[in-house]
């Protein structure tokens, strides 16, 4: 069966960090770009940031470098984001994504999605 499946959302304090996971069971997982995606309530779904095939390259979007990391596990099929120093305009539903091209393209395989919610 192909899925994604997000943990790791919650509430979180400005400043404070927050790890998301993908538990990804989709074909050619090794040989795949994944990344992540949010979306806050009116507003369309934008990229996070994505991760080459085999992990040797990542793309961010501008207000997450620096703070943001995404990381992947091939043996275990997962992708990791570590988020720091995280803001109130972090908040937002992020959705673990497969099968795009780095930097361009989102992929065809989508989690149901893990809120996130920075708040004091």
């Known amino acids: 069966q192909v899925q994604l499946v997000e943990s790791g959302g919650g509430l979180v304090q400005p400043g404070g960090s927050l790890r998301l996971s993908c538990a990804a069971s989709i074909p050619r997982f090794s040989h795949s770009v994944m990344g992540w995606y949010r979306q806050s309530p009116g507003k369309e779904r934008t990229l996070v940031a994505q991760?080459?095939?085999?992990?040797?390259?990542?793309y961010y979007t501008d207000s997450v470098k620096g703070r943001f990391t995404i990381s992947r596990d091939n043996a275990k099929n997962t992708v990791l984001l570590q988020m720091n120093s995280l803001k109130s305009e972090d908040t937002a539903v992020y959705y673990c994504?497969?099968?795009?091209?780095?930097?361009?393209?989102?992929?065809?395989?989508w989690g149901q999605g893990t809120q996130v919610i920075v708040s004091s």
């Open positions: 991760i080459s095939s085999s992990g040797d390259g990542a």
């Open positions: 994504n497969g099968g795009g091209a780095l930097g361009r393209r989102q992929g065809n395989y």
